[in-house]
């Protein structure tokens, strides 16, 4: 059997950067500064800039990032906030952290993203904010999000933590909605070698109360306007992300040359390949295709040594936490993905000839 084939390969990305990455990260050993200086407060910057949005805060983790962007909107109990049924579960947990409820919709098949006229019809008079998910690197239908969540005074919080570098009409991912809130887990396009995210704003004041609100509520020393969280990103992990930073636009670029290997590949396969946005970049966070044969394919690519992923399984109006509040709804295109979708291993050291294995194995499965 020819050597195995993992999803990502975040041990290779550190090889090929070793020599940065390592001397990045012992300046700030030598520095003695490990929270809130100067590595984070330069990562701020540069993702500000690269993303197009005027300010940038980091804090622990996406899922925190999403969060304090609801708290920063003032979203609470009796809340609603409209999730599309089809994402990571961190999407909707995040919600009802504040104690608000997520209120699921439905997507379109074609995108796995957010279908707007379902979007339009989970709203009530409780509606205060919507998470759209740019999920596995597509934007969303971001125009005509704007417009329905402007017409109707809702907040839009922008989940991109799949797609930092993904935009729509040359306009990135995070610089459309209120807040963006991405993710640098290890294996997201950026990704620390730990936990990690950041809330990007475009209002100077909301940038101030994620602030405050990652660091106990706190502007001043030992002065606590409300009740906050400890929710910083640490200066090891800015550094490592900075440099990486560097290098993204050429790993995203790889990810974009493997999604058209796998299509030449795959063009006449018996499944469904991901379609591609026609005005804007996809970044390919993963290539999922669909197929009624999914389970066999993916025996097939296992019995291989080929790793695929099925994300996600259960779309969330049917996760035991959110079922019992969710129960006898029907979201078809949700349930038609989680029913049908198979990730292949899409990352930027993945050669063309390991491509066109797996392709190989999907095709005779299919
Ligand atoms: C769409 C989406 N939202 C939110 C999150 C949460 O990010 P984190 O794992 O950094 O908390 C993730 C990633 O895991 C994600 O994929």
């Known amino acids: 059997m020819s050597a195995p084939l993992a999803m990502v390969d975040p041990a290779g990305e550190y090889r090929q950067l070793k020599e940065e990455i390592d001397a990045a990260v012992l300046r700030v050993l030598a520095s003695g500064r490990y929270i809130l200086g100067p590595e984070g407060e330069a990562l701020e910057k540069e993702l500000a800039s690269y993303t197009g949005a005027a300010h940038a805060v980091g804090v622990n983790s996406g899922t925190d990032a999403l969060h304090l962007a609801l708290v920063a909107a003032g979203v609470g109990p009796g809340d609603e906030v409209v999730v599309p049924a089809f994402t990571f579960f961190a999407s909707a947990e995040a919600v009802s952290y504040t104690g608000a409820t997520p209120v699921f919709c439905d997507i379109e098949l074609a995108s796995f993203n957010i279908d707007p006229p379902s979007f339009e019809k989970s709203l009530t008079a409780r509606t205060k904010a919507l998470i759209a998910v740019h999920l596995f690197g597509r934007c969303a239908r971001l125009p005509e999000l704007v417009s329905i969540c402007k017409e109707r005074n809702i907040v839009l919080i922008e989940d991109c933590a799949q797609s930092l ?9 995070g610089s459309w909605g209120a807040f963006g ?4 887990y ?6 620390a070698a730990g936990d990690a995210g950041l809330v990007t704003t475009s209002s100077a004041a909301r940038a101030e ?6 660091h106990h509520g706190s502007r001043k020393t030992y002065l606590h306007e409300r009740v906050g969280w400890n929710s910083r990103l640490d200066e090891l992990q800015a550094a490592v992300l900075r440099v990486k930073l560097r290098h993204l636009e050429r790993f995203n670029a790889a990810r974009v040359r493997i999604s058209q290997r796998y299509r030449e590949r795959l063009k006449d396969a018996n499944v469904i390949l991901p379609s591609e946005p026609t005005d804007g970049r996809h970044a390919w966070h993963q290539f999922t295709i669909r197929s009624e044969r999914r389970d066999a394919i993916r025996e097939a690519l296992a019995a291989e040594g080929i790793a695929s992923s099925v994300f996600y399984p259960i779309p969330l109006h049917r996760q035991p936490a959110y079922e019992p509040a969710n129960r006898g709804r029907s979201l078809p295109a949700a349930e038609e993905a989680a029913r049908t979708v198979l990730s292949l291993p899409i990352h930027p050291l993945l050669e063309d000839g390991a491509v066109a294995r797996i392709a190989e194995v999907v095709r005779s499965a299919a």
């Open 165 to 173: 570098g993904a935009d729509h009409a040359g306009r990135r991912g």
């Open 186 to 191: 290890p294996t997201k396009n950026l990704g």
């Open 181 to 184: 809130c991405f993710s640098f």
């Open 209 to 214: 109360t994620l602030r405050m609100l990652r």
